[in-house]
């Protein structure tokens, strides 16, 4: 294919706060380490590029200190931007809290990348050798989601990949249906495929993330287990943006979808040996760790 990734989410903030475990309800607990970094879209845009893929940046960044650091962080993985800073505020943050296993829990706010404006996506035409990122978190919104069910009939050809999140029991039913008719690749961890499980039944491929089990493709009415690699985890944040991004880099470049699995789930396993919400490897490292 050698296109672009044209990914239409939202970037942020990460404030990730390492936890001993999570307080109780009004309660408190003190952190062990602090961060403020590039997060959300920020992390499949960053792991596709790494994995040596063009990106594009069809999400809204904002005109504040958060949108400054957003923007630099993308800059320095060299992916582009197809708009320039909203005037809807600044650039949204995440809470992460990631306990000593590895888990990690989130609050977000999604700020100005949250407002996707109608029309500001014409701008975009993706052609068929892209392949085009879409996350739940678009479609949590009304309006949001209307801008991009209205866009989604208008770029036939291109390669749609779905992200639904840890929110995807949240999205209107009809939304939801509306956008999945026009999904190629429906990725999901193993409890939003449950929630999913109707309604993305007609998806062409889809993709089970499985943690350190690897993950399940299902095409064409056959399942295959693509298994995973056992590693010491130290934090799990952005586990699931790493394998979406090597995931549709992969397809990029050529790679089968079986193949494109196999590296996704590699590059998952290193990510979650790292500290930090932006952990995906290069393409080098991948090799390495698979050679």
Not at 97 to 113: H, N, P, Q, S
Not at 135 to 152: H, Q, R
Request: aromatic fraction near 4%.
């Amino acid at each position: 294919m050698n296109g672009r990734l044209i990914h239409t989410g939202q970037v942020v903030l990460d404030l990730v706060m390492g936890v001993p475990g999570l307080p109780v309800p009004g309660g408190d607990v003190m952190a062990s380490s602090t961060d403020l970094l590039p997060g959300g879209g920020f992390n499949v845009m960053a792991a596709a590029a790494r994995a040596g893929a063009d990106v594009l940046y069809a999400g809204l960044h904002g005109t504040g200190g958060f949108g400054e650091l957003a923007r630099a962080a993308m800059a320095a993985e060299g992916i582009t931007l197809a708009h320039a800073p909203s005037a809807e505020g600044d650039t949204g943050i995440v809470v992460a809290l990631v306990e000593d296993d590895g888990e990690r829990t989130f609050v977000t706010g999604t700020g100005a990348a949250g407002r996707m404006p109608p029309g500001l996506l014409d701008a975009v035409t993706p052609t068929n050798r892209d392949v085009v990122y879409l996350t739940g978190y678009s479609l949590l919104d009304e309006p949001n989601a209307k801008v991009f069910i209205e866009w989604l009939p208008g770029i036939a050809g291109a390669t749609v990949l779905f992200d639904p999140g840890p929110l995807a029991g949240k999205i209107p039913a009809a939304d939801l249906a509306a956008v999945l008719a026009h999904v190629d690749i429906l990725s999901c961890s193993t409890g939003e495929a449950k929630i999913l499980e109707t309604v993305g039944e007609h998806v062409e491929v889809l993709v089970v993330r499985e943690g350190p089990a690897g993950c399940r493709v299902v095409s064409g009415g056959h399942s295959v287990a693509v298994p995973g690699v056992p590693v010491a985890t130290v934090d799990t944040n952005g586990a699931g943006d790493a394998h979406c991004g090597v995931l549709a880099a992969e397809l990029l470049a050529g790679t089968g979808l079986l193949d494109a699995a196999r590296r996704a789930n590699a590059a998952a396993a290193i990510a979650v040996t790292r500290h930090g919400p932006a952990t995906s490897p290069t393409r080098a490292e991948v090799d390495a760790f698979l050679g």
